[in-house]
Nanobody, 126 residues
Framework: QVQLVESGGGLVQAGDSLRLTCAAS????????MGWFRQAPGKEREFVAA????????YYADSLKGRFTISRDNAKNTVYLQMNSLKPEDTAVYYC???????????????????WGQGTQVTVSS
């Protein structure tokens, strides 16, 4: 069983930055690929970013490249999402997810992930 707890969300203005944190339980965290997704009201959950188990391969939604950065600290069982130049359209609940089936591949679809956090709200005002 893997438990994921997100934090760091909040209300910010357009152009601001936020760093989201996802703390994971489990001694084998370093073996998991990890991802961030988001879900805006009335929309489907969408891929944001993902990292392989080493953090050596990073993947981003095309529309977010250059503004968002995913990273992980396996010693702390933590994955981060740095979000810069935030826009009102970034408003959503942000979720982290763990893929325990194989950390060497970072996947972009929700169905490939086994465990999910409860989410953290990010609201960007204009």
């Amino acid at each position: 069983q893997v438990q994921l707890v997100e934090s760091g969300g909040g209300l910010v203005q357009a152009g601001d930055s936020l760093r989201l944190t996802c703390a994971a339980s489990g001694r084998t965290f370093r073996a998991y690929a990890m991802g961030w997704f988001r879900q805006a009201p009335g929309k489907e959950r969408e891929f944001v970013a993902a990292t392989t188990w080493t953090g050596g391969n990073l993947y981003y939604a095309d529309s977010l490249k250059g503004r968002f950065t995913i990273s992980r600290d396996n010693a702390k069982n933590t994955v981060y999402l740095q979000m810069n130049s935030l826009k009102p359209e970034d408003t959503a609940v942000y979720y982290c997810a763990a893929d325990v089936s194989g950390g060497a591949r970072a996947r972009v679809t929700t169905g490939d992930y086994d465990y999910w956090g409860q989410g953290t709200q990010v609201t960007v005002s204009s």
